[in-house]
């Protein structure tokens, strides 16, 4: 009887099991496919929330204003804006983590949130690599390293030598221990093997102004934010943190290009949801959104902000790097020595 029972080395038991694990793992998928096709057809329905970690005229503000406009008109439903700084711009997506995964629920993050701060901060309150469903990236923000004119250190091999003959006696800003401002700079001296004191601040209007009034050297902040101070004369730029000269000035040559081996560095935008949201609406929003940053007036808007348009060609891209630069901001921040707070 048990012979009778066997069809090819396996039991009549085991091929009808089988036979219902594929039905039931078909029927599992169509339901599937059906569920995400049903929630693209309806979506959106009602307005949609998108978190900014950091306060109104901020870069990652602006940006985010400038794309949901579009995005809207597009969608036909209103996005608003929610403003919640904190923690490095880590309570706004503390929000989209904890938020239900529906689409109307979102983020722009910058770098910070997901690659700095998780190893900044001892209780976060999300993980960066799998409490979100990155949507895709948006933009991308040079550096640019600035001094002041105390000195007479107008170009970067000038301050390389003058550093290199008096370690320590240069001083740099950054706008707080562990920020990009802080670890791009330790990287560059750490590149350039020279020995400079770190003044940190809270934030980008007073390390500039003291910068600028000569209480400290120099500074690496935004291109966006110091570009005015150069324009005015108030400072030099010696170099830009990118592999290419940013558009909004290539007269400022790259510090690659100047002797900094692969120093190709910035801070990134994108939009994340939460994990768990239909990967149909996930792909909508990064076909719109991909589609608004490409419109040549959203993105003049965006480059005149001194942004540069660089977008995901599929979220999964996007989730790349933001494993990549993961990884890469906590070697620079284990190199740093910066202690978890």
């Not at 793992?25 to 057809?41: I, K, M």
């Not at 700084?85 to 983590?97: R, W």
């Not at 107008?154 to 301050?159: E, N």
């Not at 996930?282 to 001194?306: C, F, Q, T, W, Y």
């Amino acid at each position: 009887m048990a012979s009778l029972c066997r069809v090819r080395g396996r039991s009549l038991f085991d091929s009808v099991s089988a036979t219902g694990l594929r039905s039931r793992l078909a029927l599992a998928g169509a339901l599937l496919l059906g569920l995400s096709a049903a929630a693209l057809a309806d979506y959106p329905d009602k307005p949609i929330s998108v978190y900014v970690g950091f306060p109104p005229g901020t870069s990652t503000d602006s940006v985010a204003r400038v794309i949901t406009e579009k995005v809207s008109k597009e969608l036909g439903q209103p996005i608003i804006i929610k403003n919640k700084p904190g923690v490095g711009g880590s309570l706004a997506v503390t929000e989209v983590a904890r938020a239900k995964p529906d689409g109307y629920t979102l983020a722009l993050s910058a770098s910070g949130p997901l690659g700095i701060n998780p190893h900044v901060y001892k209780e976060i309150g999300y993980d960066a690599l799998t409490d979100f469903a990155p949507i895709g990236q948006t933009s991308w923000l040079p550096y640019v390293l600035v001094i002041n004119k105390t000195k007479g250190l107008d170009t970067f091999q000038k301050m390389v030598d003058f550093a290199r003959a008096n370690p320590d006696k240069l001083t740099y800003a950054s706008i707080g221990m562990g920020t990009t401002s802080h670890l791009l700079m330790a990287m560059l001296l750490q590149r350039t093997n020279l020995k400079m004191v770190h003044v940190p601040y809270t934030g980008s209007s007073q390390s500039q102004a003291d910068v600028i009034g000569g209480n400290v050297d120099m500074t690496l902040d935004t291109l966006v934010t110091v570009l005015p101070h150069v324009k005015s004369g108030r400072l030099w730029a010696l170099g830009v943190s990118t592999r290419e000269r940013a558009r909004l000035d290539p007269s400022i040559p790259t510090l690659q290009e100047q002797g900094v081996p692969d120093y190709h560095m910035g801070a990134w935008l994108g939009f994340v949801a939460p994990k768990g949201t239909p990967d149909a609406i996930v792909k909508r929003l990064h076909d719109e959104i991909n589609k608004a940053v490409r419109d040549p007036e959203v993105s003049a808007k965006l480059e005149a902000m001194g942004t540069e348009v660089v977008t995901s060609p599929t979220s999964a891209d996007f989730r790349k790097l933001i494993a990549t630069t993961y990884a890469t901001w906590g070697k620079l921040i284990e190199q740093a020595g910066v202690e978890r707070k």
